[in-house]
């Protein structure tokens, strides 16, 4: 039945997948109790036009004659409220419903009891989640998305607030989902008025149109504006941040550190920076960690700053560690084959460094540390030809001549 299953999610038309049922009907009658509920399910809710109900309901009591009731599916699970302060001060019950959708910011549900809240007070964001909540259902309802452009336009500076002029110069990238912003790209910009803090403060607290934030990229921080974008992100609790990218043009001293438990649940952060201290990494649900460095102004020990993370201990559920462009390629290898985190690692990305014959002598040697990796990322280093040939899973494309003077990509 998988055939029928896809066909029910793919993009036929709704008579076409009707027609496809009616016509497998016999063999569909021969299923077992539990297959037989579960497709009449998936029939029910990808076929779901009024002008069809009545061949839809007749098809199915058709399907199920003689068979015993469908058994109950388990509910949902509530997820519960978090740590959340609200963006109306003064406003309970709006702070309560709040909680609840960061919870599970993709829940239409929640979102549509804050919208109800929303609208009653007279507050943009209520039309919003209703006018965001009809487009996720059907992204080309025009008379939705004609009301999304108008409410964008007409009430930007109740969106975005007094400083809406001056945001189109920080925020860029946004993509919203039921009313809110859930991703974007925020950077400094010098001829601007306002600081990057500034525009954090209006995405994230007042008004907040990306209070529910899932994903934010920090891109071109220079100095001074690094550390007064993090105090605005420490403000409060971010639970549903879930991707942090930083893009740098100095060294950064422990950013997760210095945002403390203000991102609770981040599983993503992606550091292109030209240094860096992790010196007291603690990230208890990070998934996936990207190091890129990038022209150094002076030297320093890249290896010693990445020690908390090899270590492991404060990283438990890190499965994707990326370490590109990293000096000293053979001692990285060395040090990653004899790390604790190697065993909970499922991909270890280790492109643009300089890892040559010495680090692949190293893989060879400790191979069964290395055998679980779904990949091992070694392009664009300065491995020999056949050097690390009978690891399938290792990927060797675009090596640089070993004879050349070792610098990691893109250097000058």
Avoid at 213 to 226: N, R
Avoid at 264 to 281: A, F, I, K, Y
Avoid at 333 to 339: L, S
Wanted: charged share 30%; aromatic share 4%.
């Amino acid at each position: 039945m998988k055939d029928l299953h896809e066909l029910l999610d793919g993009p036929a038309s709704q008579r076409e997948k009707l027609d496809a049922v009616r016509a497998r009907a016999p063999e569909l009658r021969a299923l077992p109790d539990a297959e037989l509920h579960e497709l009449v399910r998936a029939f029910r809710r990808r076929v779901n036009s009024p002008k069809l109900a009545k061949d839809v309901n007749g098809l199915i009591a058709e399907l199920t004659a003689g068979r015993g009731p469908a058994p109950a599916r388990p509910a949902r699970p509530i997820a519960a409220a978090v740590a959340f302060v609200g963006t109306r001060p003064g406003d309970v019950r709006g702070e309560e419903l709040e909680a609840v959708v960061a919870a599970d910011p993709d829940a239409p549900g929640p979102c549509e009891v804050l919208g109800d809240h929303l609208m009653s007070a007279g507050d943009v964001f209520g039309e919003l989640i209703a006018t965001g909540l009809a487009l996720a259902k059907d992204a080309k309802h025009k008379a939705m998305r004609r009301r999304w452009d108008e409410l964008q336009e007409a009430r930007r500076d109740e969106i975005w607030g007094a400083l809406a002029p001056h945001l189109r110069s920080h925020i860029g990238d946004a993509e919203w989902r039921n009313g809110f912003v859930r991703s974007c790209r925020a950077c400094d910009y010098p001829l601007s008025p306002l600081s990057l803090a500034d525009a954090l403060r209006a995405l994230l607290d007042e008004p907040g149109p990306g209070r529910f934030l899932a994903a934010l990229e920090l891109d071109d921080l220079c100095a001074g504006a690094l550390e007064p974008a993090f105090a605005v992100l420490a403000v409060r609790p971010r639970p549903t941040l879930r991707r942090l990218a930083l893009v740098c043009h100095e060294a950064m001293l422990d950013p997760l550190a210095r945002l403390g438990t203000a991102l609770p649940d981040l599983r993503e952060l992606d550091l292109q920076v030209m240094g860096l201290h992790l010196g007291s990494l603690a990230a208890p649900r990070l998934e996936s960690l990207a190091i890129d460095l990038f022209d150094p102004e002076e030297p320093w020990n890249a290896l010693a700053a990445i020690e908390p993370v090899l270590a492991g201990a404060s990283a438990p559920a890190l499965r994707r560690l990326t370490l590109r462009s990293f000096p000293d390629g053979d001692e990285l290898v060395r040090r990653c084959a004899e790390a604790p985190l190697l065993a909970q690692l499922t991909h270890l990305d280790l492109r643009g460094g300089t890892i040559g014959e010495d680090g692949a002598a190293c893989i060879r040697t400790h191979r069964e540390r290395f055998a679980h990796l779904e990949v091992l990322a070694l392009d664009e280093n300065y491995l020999p030809d056949g050097a690390l040939a009978d690891l399938p899973r290792a990927t060797l494309a675009d090596q640089r001549p070993p004879e050349l003077d070792r610098r990691p990509l893109d250097w000058e």
